[in-house]
């Protein structure tokens, strides 16, 4: 219990690290002798000393000990083993907790030889037998043997290990004690036992190939049978190490066998099942037997055995037969786990057991022989597909994206948001919430929550109403304990019927054509194109139209005599000119939308008849005409050509004697009249004629008698008619840009000012004066309705007000060609109130 478990099997003891107490979390093993000193634990002390740390998938730690391990405390059938844990939340261990466990576990009656094949070591141990003639010597003083083998420097204790020989096919090789301990073998000896302990790293562990023909023969000689068997035609390869311990005891030197050999393969992955093949007779353990016979078969899966009732519950199959020991494990099956994999940078899954053997039997050379295998065995790497699905929330406005599911060992770790990588706990400042579900079975899926306005989050218009939302991410993972990391791309699309496309109002004044487009949600990038030419500030400059774009509306106004407005319609009372307006797609160009504004003008913008008799006369070109060349146009004199010429237009300025200019008299007025032509090459029959006239009245001279009087001060008298007038709201004090119909409600906060403009629109008469004569505001649309405050009183200022009307002068501009038609004036932003209380709208 608390942040470390154990439990003992047989000879072995196992204590488990709590994932909880220790995720996310630095921390150092160390191994507790019997004087207190810790050991850090490293790989190399690990597989000399006996102890094996192995990771799981669920983040949890377990260390293994062997019963004989170098600081096992041994007292009669139990040993002990401390183990200490340092964890702190930095790197260097600082301020780390300490957390310290001692186990004891009872063990059973040792065989005369035991065999364990570790993940990272082949331990062997066998019983110390005496001859008793050699027990009853005397004992030799210990300076006698420093006379004898002055070489060995043997310990002064009564039993010691004296020397290793390992048999090479090469040659035989000699280790005394020290120089073992330094090449990292371990060997103790205890009361009844010698022991020898071989990393797999060793420099004399070989490499052997069981094969069939050495297993048939072996069999058949022990069976005393002429029946020959077979096995894997390649073999299975053993990690093996020939060894003869020398220990001394009293004054002789006595000699073991300390042979060891493990399994490395024969795991063969067909038909989504594991099958592990152990021969039963291994040459380096078997050599000089001539009798064989199996005692004992046990398996079980993490150092656990498993009942034939317990294995047959999990599918598994443990076949005994005469020349091997077979195990076949389900893919998946319980008590194994999936883990996360990379290979070549791609994402897979491996299925991992850690398998437990027993194996006993008898001969004449040893008695009983345990030979246990704990055997990790990890399926080759599968490639795993990511699910990703995606839910579109457009009432709450959300991108829900699923992505998994992963195993447990699989930690999102951060997420690449538009190019920068933003650890999951500060995602949240850039709109994502991240959400972990988990499954009954370890698994989990995470799902991502992404605002639609988010900016890494595009939109993009499809067709009709439809609009595309596009999120692109990629998230990182890391793997524990390997801490290896992979990356998933997330794209996810979805589609909705949200899309509001932009729509265009247009009206004309005298000289310009006016194209406001409402912008929708959908056209953010959308260009203005004219044609094939890009609409840009600079450009309408150029051709002094006025453009203006303030995010929600793309205001235009084009003059009437522009080289873009088409001239569709001529007759002697109206010219019907259009303009047209398409949005493109700033990265495709593709055509989005087309607007366009026609109106009717009258024919006398083309002309001008000036007093000193100078004619200024326009000719346009129609549509249908686009190959007519402007330059070409004439004058009944043809000699009379066009002074400025556009791609449309052709001006001509002349005097009204000249050009062929016909004139008639009458009685009141004089009229010149001349003719625009266009001629093909070598035809005297034009197909372009524009007929234009010029009226003068006559001159008299008459001798007028007159006195001086008194000039009577002015008087006005009073007419009717009808007139035309506007009240409009303007955004600031510069009077440039209007409120918009769309605009309304507009929000203004108290004290705030308002600009009203009052223009008298038609008729349009020099003669004419704008006054105001009374201005009031109601707390309704209803100009009738109570309560009233009145913002001019016959044309003044309203002395009671807290801030008075403000008139501004109006100057005669582009926009305004009669100043005395307008009138100007500020007002604060106020509201009504009934005594204390504030009334309702």
Not at 103 to 116: D, K, L, N, T, V
Not at 819 to 831: A, D, I, N, S
């Amino acid at each position: 219990t608390g942040p470390m478990s154990s439990e003992c099997l047989g000879n072995l003891l196992r204590i488990t690290l709590s994932a909880e107490c220790f995720e996310d979390k630095y921390f150092s093993l160390f191994v507790v002798d019997q004087s207190g000193t810790a050991w850090d634990l490293d790989e190399a002390m690990a597989a000399q000393c006996g102890y094996t740390v192995t990771y799981t998938t669920w983040r949890s730690i377990q260390f293994h000990a062997s019963a004989l391990s170098c600081h096992s405390h041994l007292e009669k059938d139990v040993f002990t083993v401390t183990i200490q844990i340092r964890a702190s939340h930095t790197p260097d261990l600082s301020n780390a907790t300490t957390h310290q466990k001692s186990a004891s576990c009872h063990y059973g009656q040792w065989s005369p030889r035991e065999i364990i094949c570790e993940s990272n070591y082949m331990e062997v141990s066998v019983r110390r037998e005496v001859p008793q003639t050699i027990k009853d010597f005397v004992r030799d003083l210990p300076e006698d043997w420093t006379l004898v083998f002055p070489e060995a420097k043997l310990q002064a204790e009564e039993d010691s290990i004296w020397q290793i020989v390992f048999h090479q096919p090469e040659e035989k090789r000699a280790l005394l004690v020290s120089n073992a301990w330094s090449a990292g073998y371990g060997l103790n000896t205890t009361g009844s036992r010698v022991l020898l302990r071989v990393p797999y790293t060793a420099a004399q562990v070989q490499l052997l190939k069981v094969g069939v023909l050495l297993l048939a023969q072996q069999a058949a000689r022990l069976c005393r049978s002429n029946q020959m068997l077979s096995l894997q035609a390649q073999g299975i390869t053993f990690s093996v190490l020939r060894s003869s311990t020398f220990y001394k005891y009293q004054w002789v030197i006595l000699m073991v066998d300390t042979a060891v050999a493990c399994p490395v393969d024969g795991v063969d992955y067909t038909n989504k099942t594991i099958t592990w093949t152990v021969p039963k007779y291994i040459p380096p353990l078997s050599a000089g037997m001539t009798s064989f016979k199996d005692v004992l078969v046990e398996a079980g899966v993490d150092l656990r055995k498993l009942s034939a009732k317990e294995m047959a519950s999990r599918k598994y199959v443990l076949l005994n037969e005469l020349k091997a020991i077979t195990m076949k494990i389900p893919i998946g099956a319980e008590g194994g786990y999936f883990k996360t994999s990379l290979s070549n940078g791609q994402l897979g899954v491996k299925y991992t057991i850690n398998l437990f053997l027993e194996h006993q039997w008898e001969d004449n050379k040893w008695g009983l022989t345990k030979h246990t295998i704990i055997k990790e065995i990890e399926t080759p790497f599968e490639q795993a597909e990511i699910a990703i699905t995606n839910n579109l929330n457009l009432s709450a406005g959300l991108m829900n994206v699923t992505v998994g599911t992963f195993l447990p060992d699989a930690e999102l770790v951060n997420l690449t948001i538009e190019g920068v990588a933003v650890a999951v706990p500060e995602a949240v400042q850039h709109g994502y919430l991240i959400h972990r579900t988990r499954y009954a079975n370890g698994s989990k899926a995470y799902v991502i929550q992404v605002p639609l306005d988010a900016p890494s989050v595009k939109k993009e218009y499809m067709r009709e109403d439809m609009r595309a939302y596009t999120l692109n991410v990629t998230l990182t993972f890391i793997i524990y304990p390997s801490s290896e990391t992979f990356v998933v791309p997330v794209i996810a699309l979805s589609a909705a019927r949200d899309a509001v496309l932009p729509n265009a109002t247009g009206f004309c004044d005298g000289r310009n054509l006016h194209l406001i487009i409402t912008r929708g949600n959908v056209d953010q990038n959308w260009l203005p194109f004219v044609s094939d030419w890009h609409l840009t500030q600079e450009a309408a400059q150029k051709y002094s139209y006025i453009l203006r774009d303030n995010g929600t509306h793309l205001a235009l106004s084009v003059p009437f005599l522009s080289p873009h407005v088409s001239y569709e319609g001529f007759h002697t009372s109206a010219i019907k000119a259009s303009f047209y307006l398409t949005l493109k797609d700033d990265i495709t160009l593709a055509q989005r939308r087309d607007f366009s504004v026609s109106c009717i003008f009258p024919p006398s913008e083309l002309i001008q008849c000036l007093p000193n008799g100078t004619v200024i006369i326009t000719a346009i070109k129609l549509v249908g005409g686009e190959d007519l060349d402007t330059a070409l146009f004439v004058l009944r004199d043809r000699q009379c050509k066009p002074s400025l010429v556009t791609e449309k237009t052709a001006t001509f300025k002349f005097n009204v004697n000249t050009c062929g200019t016909s004139r008639k008299v009458n009685s009141t007025t004089m009229t010149y009249e001349n003719e625009v032509l266009y001629f093909r090459p070598g035809n005297d029959i034009p197909i372009y004629q524009l007929k234009f006239l010029c009226f003068y009245a006559v001159e008299e001279t008459a001798d007028v008698q007159y006195e001086s009087k008194k000039n009577p001060p002015p008087s006005m008298m009073p007419g009717s008619g009808c007139l035309a007038l506007s009240l409009k709201l303007f955004k600031e004090k510069s009077y440039s840009e209007p409120y918009q119909e769309s605009e309304y409600p507009v929000v203004k906060y108290l004290r705030e000012a308002l600009y009203f403009e009052v223009e008298l629109l038609q008729p349009k008469d020099a003669r004419l004066d704008l006054n105001l004569d009374d201005c009031w505001a109601t707390n309704s649309q209803s100009q009738d309705s109570l309560p009233q405050w009145h913002i001019l009183i016959q044309g003044c200022e309203n002395n009671k007000d807290s801030y008075t009307t403000v008139f501004h002068k109006v100057n005669y501009s582009l926009r305004v060609k009669f100043p005395q038609h307008l009138k100007r004036f500020e007002v604060r932003m106020f509201t009504f109130v009934q005594d204390t209380s504030l009334l309702q709208e």
